[in-house]
């Protein structure tokens, strides 16, 4: 059964094999369904696809990254990986991807209690304090190298003011 423009329905079967969908006849005031072929489609497909834009390039930044600025130490959970890396591989030389190791590490540190963890959360506070210590050094020598001259000077005050 189709149904016409006006909603009232028609026991005609006006079916047409073409490659437009569904329209209405505008002298018959009749619903024309209109099928596509699998050739149709497959070359829709193919030009769908061939219009397809390229992904967009993410905007890199462009900060300037001064090596002589002091990297962030690890976590207390890297210090763990660091030995629990040699052990596993000892224990299990046929595994050799990260991604098992670090699966393996990841459990075995959810199951560690605190004192287990202290000898690690020690070692990375440790290293966290040499951190903060080297930046106070970089930032004071970074002030005094910008105010040295008048244009460092303005950017520092750029740089406080954020």
């Given at each position: ?11 005609q079967n006006n ?9 209405v006849s505008a ?103 040499e951190f903060d ?30």
């Amino acid at each position: 059964m189709v149904q016409t423009a006006k909603g009232s329905s028609s026991s005609q079967n006006n079916v047409s094999h073409s490659a437009s969908p569904a329209t209405v006849s505008a002298s018959s005031r009749k619903l024309v369904l209109r099928v596509k072929s699998s050739e149709q489609m497959k070359r829709s497909a193919q030009q769908t696809k061939s219009t397809k834009k390229p992904k967009a390039k993410q905007k890199t930044s462009k900060q300037r990254i001064d090596a002589n600025k002091p990297k962030k130490p690890p976590t207390a959970f890297f210090y763990f990986l660091e030995d629990f890396r040699k052990e596993f591989q000892v224990q299990n030389p046929d595994v050799k991807t990260m991604r098992d190791i670090g699966k393996s590490c990841g459990e075995k540190w959810k199951t560690m209690t605190y004192e287990e963890k202290v000898q690690y959360y020690d070692i990375a506070t440790e290293k966290r304090a040499e951190f903060d210590r080297a930046m106070t050094e970089y930032n004071k020598k970074m002030v005094s190298n910008l105010s040295n001259n008048v244009h460092g000077y303005c950017v520092y005050l750029l740089f406080a003011q954020l």
